[in-house]
Structure formats: structure tokens, C-alpha cells
């Protein structure tokens, strides 16, 4: 099915409970998120877009078209004209800001076809907020599992009708909000090859718009997946994660975790204090394996 499915929505949200919503952001921001503000300019990766055609598209989705922001190597690279294998790439709490833009850039760099699809455009824009839990509370809150689901599939109906990118290898990757949703979309969509889950919560309060968690999903999990952790995350305990482990190898899955000693929540967001570069680096490294070793190369 190329990573493309039709169904599957069903038990995250009842049917018509968001599919007449418009977007109300149309674009992405430019720069980093409000209230993320001041950056921590000296540790900031910047990848330039040198060797790739890079940046922002609009999905057609329900309601619209949604904002993304699309990287891949340049037809004179020496990753040839495609199509690249694929990766989405999904947002922290923050949305699209040019920290994510940025991880698209790297992919391609690594030969990929990176999309990351502004998926809260229906509800708002994070990066025009100043304060993280005005965010979470107005914004993110509101933003059902099932909408995020068939953002992603529309993202990759989009990256297929392109041409140029090879949705038969299809991964995905996400960081802190996006590492929860990472772990929802391997449970979804069966056309996936490799997941990747940075720092995604595994088990937190349930609700209406955001009924299930990792931990409820582990059965269901249709690809091989990573999960990088921190142990002094203090929003995600290190007995979660063990639990995460346990249910994907009681349910049979291929499941493998990192949890990196001594080292915070967001250790790959080079733009915030809590970055950990040696983390990081390992972490990418890893990702990148796992998704050559599951045929995402």
C-alpha cells in the first residue's frame, strides 16, 4: 500500500468529530517558536540547503491545505533524481519552527525525502505564542489523535504523487509531542518500515481527543521501532520506558530502546539548554541504522 491507508482510524476518535474544521494557519514561521525565545544561539546546528530542494509546500488535507515543510537531495546530487526513500518528520509542542526544518535538512543530506507537516494548523500556531503552557493549554489540548493520523497519511499521499519520493520505504520520527505520535502512527499504519520515537511520553492521562498511549498500543505496533531516552527526563520516567519494552516483547514486537544516563528531556533540541551532544550524535547515529537495517535506505 505504499505507506498509504484509507481506514484504520477507528477507536481513536468518533467518525466527523473534526473533518469539517478549516485551517487557520496556512503557512509555517520563520525562525524559532516565541517562547522559545532567546535560543541558545551558540550550540544551534545550522544545516544549510546546499545539494537539496528545500522548503515549504502545502498537503492537500481535510479542510484544506496544510502547511509542511519538504527537504530532499537536488537531482545533480550524488543521491541522483529519486525517488528518495522517505521519512516524516513530526513536530515538538512547538510546531514547524526551524529546529525541525533544520532535522528535515539533515535527512536529506543522509539521501532522504523529509516532510514534516505543520499537524495543529487547524487549531492554531504554536510559534506565534510566548508562553509553552498557553500552548499546550489553547492548542495543543485540542488536537485529536485521529486528525494527527490522517495528516500523516495525507502527508505521504503528497510525498508519493511527487515522484520523487519512494513511499514503499516510508519511516517516521518525532521528538517530545511527535515522539508520542510517532509511537501512534507505528500502530497505524501498516505500510510503515521503521520508526523512530525521541523522548515520546508512553503513558500520561487520557482523553476524549487524545484517547490512547504508547503503552495501550504496544499489540498493535505495525513496524520495527526505536524509542532514545533520557533517564533524567523528568517528564517521562525510566519505569515507563521499561514497561514500554516489556509490552512490545511480550506482544512480539521489534522494539529496542536507548536510555542515556544522566541526560534530559529534549537532549537533541540544540537550540535549548537541555541539548546533550554527545546524546544527540548517538542518537542520530542510531536512527539512522535502524532505518538502513528495516529497508529505509
Not at 512480539?252 to 544522566?262: A, L, T, V
Request: with cysteine.
Amino acid at each position: 500500500m505504499d505507506g498509504v491507508i484509507e481506514t484504520g482510524l477507528e477507536g481513536l476518535l468518533p467518525r466527523g468529530r473534526w473533518s469539517r474544521r478549516g485551517f487557520v494557519t496556512t503557512s509555517l514561521a520563520t525562525g524559532f517558536a516565541l517562547s522559545l525565545q532567546p535560543v541558545a544561539a551558540q550550540t544551534v546546528i545550522t544545516t544549510d540547503s546546499t545539494g537539496l530542494v528545500a522548503g515549504e509546500v502545502k498537503v492537500p488535507a481535510k479542510g484544506g491545505d496544510m502547511p509542511a515543510y519538504r527537504a530532499m537531495p537536488d537531482p545533480s546530487s550524488s543521491f541522483g533524481s529519486g525517488p528518495f526513500p522517505t521519512v516524516l518528520v513530526i513536530q515538538e509542542v512547538w510546531g514547524v519552527h526551524e529546529h525541525i526544518k533544520d532535522v528535515c535538512r539533515r535527512l536529506a543530506k543522509a539521501g532522504y525525502y523529509a516532510i514534516a507537516s505543520e499537524l495543529y494548523a487547524r487549531q492554531g500556531d504554536p510559534t506565534k505564542i510566548a508562553d509553552t503552557q498557553e500552548i499546550i493549554k489553547t492548542i495543543v489540548s485540542k488536537v485529536p489523535d485521529a486528525q494527527v493520523m490522517a495528516d500523516l497519511d495525507a502527508s505521504v499521499a503528497f510525498a508519493k504523487a511527487s515522484g520523487k519520493a519512494d513511499t514503499a520505504k516510508l519511516a517516521v520520527t518525532g521528538f517530545c509531542w511527535g515522539g508520542r505520535i510517532t509511537w501512534l502512527y507505528a500502530a497505524h499504519n501498516p505500510g510503515l518500515k521503521a520508526a523512530a520515537a525521541w523522548y515520546g511520553p508512553i503513558d500520561r492521562p487520557r482523553t476524549e481527543l487524545q484517547p490512547k498511549f504508547p503503552i495501550d498500543l504496544a499489540a498493535d505496533l505495525k513496524c520495527p521501532v526505536l524509542g532514545l531516552y533520557g533517564a533524567a527526563d523528568q517528564g517521562i520516567p525510566v519505569d515507563t520506558v521499561d514497561k514500554m519494552g516489556a509490552a512490545c516483547k511480550a506482544a512480539g514486537k521489534n522494539c529496542e530502546f536507548k536510555i542515556y544516563p544522566d541526560t534530559p528531556h529534549a537532549f537533541n533540541a540544540d537550540y535549548r539548554p537541555s541539548y546533550r551532544a554527545e546524546a544527540a550524535k548517538d542518537g542520530w547515529a542510531k536512527m539512522l541504522a535502524w532505518f538502513k537495517q528495516n529497508g529505509v535506505a
